[in-house]
């Protein structure tokens, strides 16, 4: 059975680092589609960054150049690095994997098939 656990969130002031993770079990990470999500109180989950498994990588405009994304497929893990935060980055992230899509080089859609629970990600001072 195929899940997903996310881990790192926490407080942070403006300006600082945290890095998430995102355990896989279940299935050979390297064979999907690994993506980051987002969902601030009373706005829609929006896509951060996603890694196609033939190497295609998205950011969203936001965070280009801030959040880096990468896995670890000995450890079944995937991270999102995330610098200089701002506190419009605070939100519930997600991790979400699918067998199919592809990411795209224009926008991120929800349309993934496994979900992980969440972690909050705080930016304040």
């Known amino acids: 059975q195929l899940q997903l656990a996310e881990s790192g969130g926490g407080l942070v002031q403006p300006g600082g680092s945290l890095r998430l993770s995102c355990a896989a079990s279940g299935f050979f990470l390297r064979t999907y589609t690994i993506a980051w999500f987002r969902q601030a109180p009373g706005k829609e989950r929006e896509g951060v960054s996603c890694s196609s498994r033939n190497g295609r990588i998205y950011y969203a405009d936001s965070v280009k150049g801030r959040f880096t994304i990468s896995a670890d497929n000995a450890k079944k893990t995937v991270y999102l690095q995330m610098n200089s935060l701002k506190p419009e980055d605070t939100a519930v992230y997600y991790c979400?994997?699918?067998?199919?899509?592809?990411?795209?080089?224009?926008?991120?859609?929800?349309?993934?098939?496994?979900w992980g629970q969440g972690t909050q990600v705080t930016v304040s001072s």
């Open positions: 979400a994997a699918d067998l199919h899509y592809i990411c795209s080089a224009y926008k991120l859609l929800p349309d993934f098939g496994s």
